[in-house]
């Protein structure tokens, strides 16, 4: 089995990163299958963002880990000052901070566009996109990785933060669905327009893997947020808690969603730390 491994984003603590990408997700997946890693990553000195109150210089160190491997480094551009994103501003604020959490999601997923890029000449047979800042707690489960190899269009998401879409901190992709994943960006309009909704980074990942046609399920492979400054976050790791964002019979259907999805996962991938969902 081929494994590309692709890390976009911003890496804030590699420190406390690094460790656990080695521990958790690379050493598993390398004493059963070929792995790949690359990477997109934008070059920063510092971070700001007053949605998290997160305000701190980057270590001097903090690309370094990903010297290793194949990849680009490279400035963010002034995305915001773009049509695209003037485009995105006029379906309103779904995060309710002056559009400044939606700029974020924008560099986010021009980094994911572009990371998936280099995984095509990996020609892999599954592709695991993570991000750089988390601190990952679980061991990543073979029997997922097998699955995505075998049936092309699954695509495995974390079972918590759904919040009436997909995790999209995590995902384990076969060679059919990892574009849909990586490329979502190319929806965000469609989404709007269709859904009547602002852009919302869990149920933008929802609505491009359903138009892919991709087939979901779910692991409960645990992470929690970095910040620059080394603060690790506190994360709600339960399922039901985290999986909608309404109240009435939306929010039912999203919970039943996320029960249904839950228990086909736990007898597809017996391997994996349900004692967490």
């Not at 138009?211 to 970095?226: D, E, F, H, N, W």
Request: proline share 5%; aromatic share 10%; hydrophobic share 40%.
């Amino acid at each position: 089995m081929k494994i590309t491994v692709a890390f976009y984003g911003i890496p804030r603590h590699t420190a406390i990163s690094a460790p656990s990408i080695e521990t958790h997700l690379l050493a598993p997946m390398r004493q059963w299958a070929d792995v790949t890693v690359v990477h997109h990553l934008w070059q920063i000195d510092e971070v700001r963002s007053a949605r998290s109150g997160e305000h701190a210089v980057l270590a001097r160190d903090a690309y370094a880990y990903f010297d290793q491997f194949a990849g680009v480094v490279e400035p963010p551009e002034a995305f915001e000052d773009g049509p695209l994103f003037q485009a995105w501003k006029r379906h309103g604020d779904a995060f309710g901070d002056n559009f400044g959490s939606l700029r974020n999601l924008m560099h986010q997923l021009q980094s994911l566009r572009r990371v998936t890029a280099l995984v095509a000449p990996t020609n892999p047979d599954v592709v695991v996109f993570a991000r750089p800042d988390l601190q990952y707690h679980d061991d990543i489960p073979r029997s997922a990785c097998r699955l995505a190899s075998r049936l092309p269009r699954t695509c495995v998401v974390p079972i918590w933060n759904w919040w009436a879409g997909y995790n999209d901190r995590f995902a384990i992709c076969g060679r059919s669905s990892y574009e849909a994943y990586g490329r979502r960006l190319d929806r965000a309009l469609d989404f709007a327009q269709e859904t009547g909704r602002p852009i919302h980074s869990e149920m933008l990942l929802k609505f491009s893997l359903l138009k892919s046609r991709g087939q979901i399920l779910a692991i409960p492979l645990t992470a929690s947020r970095v910040r620059a400054d080394g603060t690790v976050r506190q994360e709600n790791f339960n399922s039901l808690d985290t999986s909608a964002l309404w109240r009435g019979r939306r929010d039912r259907l999203d919970r039943l969603q996320c029960r249904v999805t839950r228990q086909v996962s736990r007898l597809v991938f017996p391997d994996a730390a349900w004692n967490k969902a």
